[in-house]
């Protein structure tokens, strides 16, 4: 699987950016999916995940503010985050596995390439 990130860019402080994740494959359905981010210093940590089946999780500090869904048809698993904090600044890596367990913690995964998300203050 071959992922390709994109939509980053610089926001204001409680603002939206909607990050999209584009996979080449046929087998794209049956890969729970994931978005990780790195900050500057800081060890790359997990965001969300959205299984095959639909199912989500999402790491504490999204606290309600992002969002992750798919979209089987096009290849594409999307982050749409609002009320972005300065703190949520970041490459943002979307990822692939074929179970969620391996995924949350790094094991295995497929990666793409990264988009950086600047949420100036």
């Known amino acids: 699987v071959q992922l390709q990130a994109y939509g980053g860019g610089l926001v204001q402080a409680g603002g939206s950016l909607r990050l999209s994740c584009a996979a080449s494959g046929d087998a794209f359905s049956i890969y729970d999916m994931g978005w990780f981010r790195q900050a500057p210093g800081k060890e790359r940590e997990f965001v969300a995940a959205i299984e095959w089946n639909g199912n989500r999780a999402y790491e504490d500090f999204v606290e309600g503010r992002f969002t992750i869904s798919r979209d089987n048809a096009k290849n594409t698993v999307y982050l749409q985050m609002n009320s972005l904090k300065p703190e949520d600044t970041a490459v943002y890596y979307c990822?692939?596995?074929?179970?969620?367990?391996?995924?949350?913690?790094?094991?295995?995964?497929?990666w793409g390439q990264g988009t950086q998300v600047t949420v100036s203050s």
């Open positions: 990822a692939a596995n074929p179970l969620l367990s391996e995924l949350r913690v790094g094991a295995g995964n497929y």
